[in-house]
């Protein structure tokens, strides 16, 4: 990866001097950042807000591959999924830290472009990373992220206030991501076949961006702030639209009807999924990796958001005895069951 470029021995550094190099040019932005990396703790106050807390792991040859995945996207990704959550809670996300393992292959170069990646991600999510931690590992690279947020008191959005008649809601479109990982799947194999035929991309895109580097929804918090919209329940899209439904109602304790031409996807998801041999509707109910925010909202609101483009109503909340069904193009009806993304499935 880093064979013919100048190399950089990380041991050269050492722990704190490794730290110092990566993180001297975070800037601190938010008056919640009493104190951030420098101390042995950092020092935050929220006033009278209400603190959410995320954290997310990633590991190579698990969540990531890198033959495929440049470090600076990955870097970039690493912060965004996490940040998914605070929003997934209806909160803003002010807060990163990052602690990485690191095997011996990679030089500081390597580090440094995965930290070019993750201030990407925070100048344009407006974030402060305040502290984190780095170590050898032998099982590759690991990276570890825990996201810090506030809401106001009494708009945190939980799972489990989904009530029945409400609206199932949402954003952007869905199953991009995981088609765009079929099309560096394919690739990657016909690489390892003959390492002399480039990769075929070209028209993809969209969909390559939707895997490579996710776009968590702050934009969606802020919108539903402005239409003074709080959620009745809400979760984000990572492991797959029926899963996230199915969590929805299971913490809710209630049913659901969702209705397949509903479903947002993108011309080029569904015309991809095609090409591959793949139903786009599978791909959207199970795939994950697309980051959306998945809300109820109460049919009163209805009228505040039916024009907005970037938000889909896909069904509605029943009696827990009714079920969670889909209602198929074809106005068949299916049970809805998960499919999608399981941690501990290898």
Request: aromatic share 6%.
């Amino acid at each position: 990866m880093f064979e013919n470029k100048e190399r950089t021995d990380i041991a050269e550094l050492g722990e704190f001097g490794l730290i110092k190099h990566l993180t001297e040019t975070f800037k601190v932005k938010h008056e919640s950042s009493l104190k951030g990396i420098g101390d042995d703790a950092a020092v935050l106050n929220f006033k009278d807000k209400e603190v959410l807390v995320s954290t997310d792991l990633l590991l190579e040859g698990i969540h990531f591959d890198l033959a495929y995945v440049p470090l600076i996207h990955l870097g970039y990704k690493a912060i965004q999924v996490n940040l998914s959550d605070i929003y997934a809670m209806n909160g803003i996300a002010t807060q990163v830290t990052v602690s990485i393992g690191l095997s011996s292959k990679f030089p500081l170069e390597a580090v440094e472009e995965i930290y070019k990646g993750i201030q990407l991600a925070c100048d344009r999510f407006n974030i402060d990373l305040i502290g984190g931690d780095t170590s050898t590992s032998k099982q590759g690279l690991v990276i570890s992220v825990t996201s810090i947020g506030y809401a106001e008191k009494g708009t945190v959005c939980y799972r489990n206030g989904a009530q029945e008649g409400d609206l199932l809601c949402v954003s952007g479109d869905l199953g991009g991501a995981y088609v765009g990982l079929q099309i560096l799947e394919r690739e990657k194999q016909i690489f390892l076949e003959n390492p002399k035929i480039q990769p075929d991309l070209e028209g993809k895109d969209y969909i390559i961006e939707r895997q490579l580097k996710p776009e968590g929804r702050r934009d969606i918090v802020d919108l539903l702030a402005q239409m003074d919209i709080v959620p009745t329940a809400m979760i984000d899209v990572s492991d797959g639209l029926a899963s996230e439904v199915l969590h929805i109602c299971q913490q809710s304790e209630k049913g659901v009807t969702l209705y397949e031409e509903k479903i947002p996807i993108d011309p080029m998801t569904y015309e991809t999924a095609r090409e591959l041999g793949l139903d786009p509707t599978v791909c959207a109910l199970n795939g994950g990796e697309d980051y959306e925010l998945l809300f109820t909202i109460k049919q009163a609101d209805y009228e505040k958001l039916k024009h907005d483009v970037d938000i889909s109503i896909i069904g509605h909340i029943t009696e827990k005895n009714e079920g969670c069904k889909m209602i198929s193009k074809s106005n068949v009806v299916h049970e809805l069951k998960a499919q999608g993304w399981n941690a501990f499935k290898l």
